[in-house]
T-cell receptor, first 111, second 112 residues
Framework: GQSLEQPSEVTAVEGAIVQINCTYQTSGFYGLSWYQQHDGGAPTFLSYNALDGLEETGRFSSFLSRSDSYGYLLLQELQMKDSASYFCAVPLYNQGGKLIFGQGTELSVKP | DVKVTQSSRYLVKRTGEKVFLECVQDMDHENMFWYRQDPGLGLRLIYFSYDVKMKEKGDIPEGYSVSREKKERFSLILESASTNQTSMYLC???????????FGPGTRLTVL
């Protein structure tokens, strides 16, 4: 089957760096996306990696290793507002725009 | 900015009622999706549509149907609501292929 695994929860302190890992098992692979969802809010797109390596967007970076079927989201200089759930997602191969999502990692940022 | 709107933020219905959830996007996106989100289960795809009048089942289509008569509008229908359909329902749209999905604010449905 096709699946994504990520930790259910992570806790870190303000100003720290945190890494949220995602491993995937899919038949065919296009790339790995990350979404952020605040409590009670809608998921919002953060990043997409189609190629190996690190992509940086401000305080957030996302990494992909296709050979290891693994990626991570790196959040630097954590702020209280970063407390949210983070989902990794992959497009299903040859199935149009369908995504399969991980179960989400709840990040708690403490003062 | 892409805007995806859903007809209600909160909805309470009785078992056996027919329920309509509506979603509208304003950016001419081809793809539209309905998900349900439950604690510990993440986002699960119910149905999606890649064109007007076209639809495909997702992972959990049982008990649901959909309608897409116009490109901008995608409706989710619960033919006979049951208590196990109490959930958060999220609509999303994307331009095409594997582009990012834009989500609506969600409808929290309670079936009593």
């Amino acid at each position: 089957g096709q699946s994504l695994e990520q930790p259910s929860e992570v806790t870190a302190v303000e100003g720290a760096i945190v890494q949220i890992n995602c491993t995937y098992q899919t038949s065919g692979f296009y790339g790995l996306s990350w979404y952020q969802q605040h409590d009670g809010g809608a998921p919002t797109f953060l990043s997409y990696n189609a190629l190996d390596g690190l992509e940086e967007t401000g305080r957030f970076s996302s990494f992909l290793s296709r050979s290891d079927s693994y990626g991570y989201l790196l959040l630097q200089e954590l702020q209280m507002k970063d407390s949210a759930s983070y989902f990794c997602a992959v497009p299903l191969y040859n199935q149009g725009g369908k995504l399969i999502f991980g179960q989400g990692t709840e990040l708690s940022v403490k003062p | 900015d892409v805007k995806v709107t859903q007809s209600s933020r909160y909805l309470v219905k009785r078992t056996g009622e027919k329920v309509f959830l509506e979603c509208v996007q304003d950016m001419d996106h081809e793809n539209m999706f309905w998900y349900r989100q439950d604690p510990g289960l993440g986002l699960r795809l119910i149905y999606f549509s890649y064109d007007v009048k076209m639809k495909e089942k997702g992972d959990i289509p049982e008990g649901y149907s959909v309608s897409r008569e116009k490109k901008e509008r995608f409706s989710l229908i619960l033919e006979s609501a049951s208590t196990n359909q109490t959930s958060m329902y999220l609509c999303a749209s994307s331009l095409s292929g594997y582009n990012e999905q834009f989500f609506g604010p969600g409808t929290r449905l309670t079936v009593l």
